[in-house]
Nanobody, 118 residues
């Protein structure tokens, strides 16, 4: 099993920055990729970005150029650096982990709230 704990959410003004962290514990050696998702009230969950164990990254169109995913393998932690935040970035942000050989994200964190004021 793998446990994921997000942190770093909060309230920020539009144009500001936040960095979210996702600390993984347990059998992290089985993981192939880590992803970030978000869900705003009344909306479907949205893909934010993804990073593989090899360091390859993908981003959703709405955050491309503003958000960056990175990892600290020594700490088993994945970061989501969010710059130029907009009110529409307001959501609960979740990190998720994908096991090697799997097409889905099996493990999810509890989420952290990000609120961007205008």
């Amino acid at each position: 099993q793998v446990q994921l704990v997000e942190s770093g959410g909060g309230l920020v003004q539009a144009g500001g920055s936040l960095r979210l962290s996702c600390a993984a514990s347990g059998r992290t050696f089985i993981l192939h990729a880590m992803g970030w998702f978000r869900q705003a009230p009344g909306k479907e969950r949205e893909f934010v970005g993804r990073i593989t164990s090899g360091g390859a990254t993908w981003y959703g169109d709405s955050v491309k150029g503003r958000f960056t995913i990175s990892t600290d393998n020594a700490k088993s932690t994945v970061y989501l650096q969010m710059n130029s935040l907009k009110p529409e970035d307001t959501a609960v942000y979740y990190c998720a982990a994908q096991q090697s050989g799997s097409a889905k994200y099996e493990y999810w964190g509890q989420g952290t709230q990000v609120t961007v004021s205008s």
